[in-house]
């Protein structure tokens, strides 16, 4: 018998051979965009770390939205950058705050659009971190849960769709489920950042978002990169108090992480391609060093591949031209 040399490369040879085998697929529809609002008005400020990214003011968030809508993007995921901050971050659950009005101003004209809300302290508070600052400089968990769970619910009252915990405090998935639960919002759901790494690759973020810590770093509340058993622990917590939607963040450095976590709960299963990841590609297409579509549509599809079944990713925009394409 003959020994089959080319058994594997015979599907390689045309693009609709390749296209008839491939396993996995991008699609718009998996694409979930990050946007910044900021305070104030007439405001598009570009983020010097992510290029094409930007602080939008509400009232210039229709063209912005209409933009992202007519990409066939399904949903948006929301950050606000409040005018004041204070050690309570106090806007973050304020009725007028940045993202309560722009959710309004999105649903009014968008009815369709996914609104997906973060719902974190640290761009709110003045120390930057994620919940209440004791005096020995440690994170109260429980003092922080009640203001999560306002947060949460100003944001259900303005009309936002889902909700995000980002903050990474024991227990807020089950605190936020039943403060939504009491007020009637049983059908809302939540997408928890289950497993949330003390990442590096947050940085650009942290600039876009003026939500750098003051002061000492996130790793008392956010995962060791090194974790990925501690990943399932959590993850089946935020399980068991109610979350809808599981998230892994980030998602490059992780995606053995995400993987396990697909393959161990079977939940629908969320990866956040963050900004850092964003920022290294953009850098490296604009000195000439790598393809930026094809490394981009190669990022994005090695995190579905590795179980993600819809990507939070500022490439949304770009990704979703090109496959229109
Ligand atoms: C808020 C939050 C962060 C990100 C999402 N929500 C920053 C952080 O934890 O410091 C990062 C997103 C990104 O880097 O794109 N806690």
Same mark, same amino acid.
């Given at each position: 018998m003959r020994f089959p040399t080319q058994r594997l490369r015979r599907l390689r040879a045309n693009t609709a051979l390749r296209n008839l085998v491939r396993e996995t697929r991008l699609s718009v529809e998996h694409f979930i965009y990050p946007l910044f609002i900021t305070f104030g008005r007439q405001k598009k400020i570009p983020i010097s770390s992510m290029p094409g990214v930007y602080q939008v003011s509400v009232d210039m968030l229709r063209q912005e939205v209409s933009e992202i809508y007519r990409l066939g993007i399904p949903g948006v995921l929301l950050f606000g950058i409040p005018e004041h901050k204070d050690a309570r971050g106090s806007g973050a659950y304020a009725p007028d705050g940045v993202v309560q009005t722009a959710v309004q101003e999105i649903k009014s004209a968008y009815p369709d659009l996914l609104v997906i809300t973060d719902v974190c302290l640290c761009e709110y508070t003045d120390h930057g971190h994620c919940g209440i600052v004791e005096q &020995?400089?440690?994170?109260?968990n429980d003092a922080t849960l009640e203001l999560l769970s306002r947060q949460a619910l100003s944001h259900v009252h303005a009309g936002c769709d889902m909700v995000a915990p980002s &903050?990474?405090?024991?227990?807020r998935i089950g605190y936020i489920r039943k403060a939504l639960d009491a007020e009637g919002f049983v059908m809302t759901p939540i997408m928890a950042y289950a497993a949330k790494f003390a990442s590096s690759f947050y940085g650009p973020f942290r600039e876009a978002a003026h939500s750098?810590?003051?002061?000492?770093?996130r790793k008392t509340y956010q995962m060791d990169p090194a974790n990925a058993r501690e990943a399932l622990r959590e993850v089946r917590l935020d399980i068991e108090e109610g979350a809808d939607i599981v998230m892994v963040k980030p998602a490059l450095a992780y995606l053995d992480v995400l993987r396990a976590v697909k393959d161990t709960f079977g939940y629908p299963t969320a990866a956040y391609n963050v900004s850092g990841e964003y920022a290294m590609l953009k850098a490296a297409a604009q000195m000439g060093w790598l393809d930026e579509q094809t490394a981009m549509m190669e990022m994005l599809t090695s995190i579905k591949r590795a179980g993600a079944d819809m990507i939070i990713t500022y490439f949304a925009k770009d990704a979703a031209m090109a496959i229109g394409k």
């Amino acid at each position: 018998m003959r020994f089959p040399t080319q058994r594997l490369r015979r599907l390689r040879a045309n693009t609709a051979l390749r296209n008839l085998v491939r396993e996995t697929r991008l699609s718009v529809e998996h694409f979930i965009y990050p946007l910044f609002i900021t305070f104030g008005r007439q405001k598009k400020i570009p983020i010097s770390s992510m290029p094409g990214v930007y602080q939008v003011s509400v009232d210039m968030l229709r063209q912005e939205v209409s933009e992202i809508y007519r990409l066939g993007i399904p949903g948006v995921l929301l950050f606000g950058i409040p005018e004041h901050k204070d050690a309570r971050g106090s806007g973050a659950y304020a009725p007028d705050g940045v993202v309560q009005t722009a959710v309004q101003e999105i649903k009014s004209a968008y009815p369709d659009l996914l609104v997906i809300t973060d719902v974190c302290l640290c761009e709110y508070t003045d120390h930057g971190h994620c919940g209440i600052v004791e005096q &020995d400089g440690s994170i109260n968990n429980d003092a922080t849960l009640e203001l999560l769970s306002r947060q949460a619910l100003s944001h259900v009252h303005a009309g936002c769709d889902m909700v995000a915990p980002s &903050d990474m405090m024991d227990g807020r998935i089950g605190y936020i489920r039943k403060a939504l639960d009491a007020e009637g919002f049983v059908m809302t759901p939540i997408m928890a950042y289950a497993a949330k790494f003390a990442s590096s690759f947050y940085g650009p973020f942290r600039e876009a978002a003026h939500s750098a810590p003051a002061f000492g770093d996130r790793k008392t509340y956010q995962m060791d990169p090194a974790n990925a058993r501690e990943a399932l622990r959590e993850v089946r917590l935020d399980i068991e108090e109610g979350a809808d939607i599981v998230m892994v963040k980030p998602a490059l450095a992780y995606l053995d992480v995400l993987r396990a976590v697909k393959d161990t709960f079977g939940y629908p299963t969320a990866a956040y391609n963050v900004s850092g990841e964003y920022a290294m590609l953009k850098a490296a297409a604009q000195m000439g060093w790598l393809d930026e579509q094809t490394a981009m549509m190669e990022m994005l599809t090695s995190i579905k591949r590795a179980g993600a079944d819809m990507i939070i990713t500022y490439f949304a925009k770009d990704a979703a031209m090109a496959i229109g394409k």
